[in-house]
């Protein structure tokens, strides 16, 4: 790797120039350090062309679904942080909220949800506002007001998940690699020291190639870097708690109860649990699973999720490529595969109802398409990771589109 060329701009959506065009520019070096957050675009491509992911377990992912409250200040106790599991997800789903209480009187609340559940009826996005109407956070609510929506994957794999982190010319760092405490649902310090380490690792290496005539710093694979984060206290805090998400497999209970224990035991425990099933791979047929009804929308608690995705300021350029695409080797999979095995599963887990299936006009046969509302798309690739077999291409749009978050 050289470096990054950034996406040319003014392309319009038949692929032709417009007058807006300017070609993007390459970002050239000796080392480059993706950290691009989770499921980043450039860093799965260099994964699979270097084999980075070879003796690792497949990468886990959860759907974080958040609003952000101004609420009155009679319910405001700034500082306060609450996480709660279970309820209203069933025993066998991993997940579950967080409510943080941020000064002068902002409540940031969301959901979390595993990837790897089973059921294809249920709806991230549907559980987080049926979890708003429990007694004691409509209580909570009570007088306030939504004032932002959002919505991101974030790593779940934990240390099983870690990629090799070199290859010639560059380094992953943060969440592109998976650098995230899973039972604190926190990342933010792990990639600041991960990336602090790349750059160490690659300053160093490259002042001893520069004085030596025999390297090539150009395709230089800084490989003391991964040993650096393997002696570091990243390492040893994702090690600590590397059962505590897949023991969740088992249930809810069972998971609880392994999770704190392992937690006591600071993970001395002499096993690793390991897995070989992507998230998509978990899904059931939807005639093993069970519909799910969920409470219509009352608008003072609970949002209409297109009444919800205006909150998010999203905005993508009309006239420009569509950056969700179906992959050419997956065409078949929408129709063939998805609605008709699974119910088409990615018109619940949307968080932003980018994806329905939909009559083709004119047809008496019954027969249906997938149509694809990129415009309404928040950025949070869920659909790149859990729809069967992976059918979507999640491309960069045109820099400046997508979601304009406030307060998040």
Request: proline share 6%; charged share 20%; glycine share 10%.
């Amino acid at each position: 790797m050289i470096g990054v060329q950034l996406r040319d701009v003014g392309i319009s959506k038949d692929g032709k120039e417009k007058d807006s065009f300017e070609p993007g520019m390459q970002l050239l070096g000796r080392q480059t350090i993706l950290a691009e957050g989770c499921r980043g675009s450039l860093s799965e491509r260099i994964m699979q062309q270097y084999g980075l992911r070879e003796g690792a377990s497949p990468q886990h992912y959860g759907l974080g679904v958040k609003e952000v409250w101004e609420i009155r200040p009679e319910n405001h106790v700034a500082g306060t942080v609450t996480h709660t599991v279970g309820w209203p997800l069933d025993n066998r789903t991993y997940g579950g909220s967080f409510i943080y209480h941020m000064a002068p009187n902002l409540l940031h609340i969301g959901m979390v949800v595993g990837l790897d559940y089973s059921n294809p009826y249920l709806s991230p996005y549907q559980e987080f506002q049926k979890f708003k109407q429990h007694p004691r956070v409509k209580a909570l609510l009570e007088g306030g007001t939504c004032v932002s929506y959002g919505a991101r994957c974030l790593n779940e794999g934990g240390l099983q998940a870690i990629p090799k982190l070199t290859f010639p010319g560059g380094m992953l760092s943060g969440c592109s690699a998976g650098f995230l405490n899973v039972p604190k649902i926190k990342g933010s310090h792990t990639a600041m020291k991960t990336g602090m380490l790349a750059g160490e690792s690659a300053a160093e290496a490259l002042l001893e190639s520069s004085s030596s005539s025999s390297s090539s710093s150009s395709r230089l694979e800084v490989v003391q870097y991964e040993q650096n984060v393997k002696a570091s206290w990243v390492w040893e805090e994702l090690d600590i708690v590397r059962n505590f998400k897949p023991a969740w497999h088992a249930g809810m209970w069972p998971g609880l109860a392994y999770g704190g224990a392992s937690l006591l035991a600071r993970g001395q425990e002499p096993w690793t649990f390991r897995w070989s099933k992507r998230d998509s791979e978990y899904t059931k047929p939807a005639s093993e699973c069970n519909q799910i009804d969920y409470p219509k929308p009352d608008g003072v608690y609970s949002f209409d999720l297109l009444e919800n995705l205006a909150r998010s300021g999203v905005n993508h350029e009309h006239d420009q490529p569509a950056h969700l695409k179906v992959k050419a080797t997956h065409k078949s999979v929408p129709l063939e595969v998805s609605l008709p095995r699974y119910a088409g599963p990615e018109g619940r887990f949307c968080p932003a109802k980018v994806y329905e299936y939909v009559p083709v006009e004119g047809a008496t046969d019954g027969s249906m398409r997938l149509q694809i509302n990129a415009q309404n798309c928040v950025h949070c690739k869920c659909c790149s990771i859990k729809t069967p077999e992976e059918y979507i291409d999640w491309t960069v749009p045109e820099g400046g589109g997508g979601p304009q978050y406030s307060a998040m």
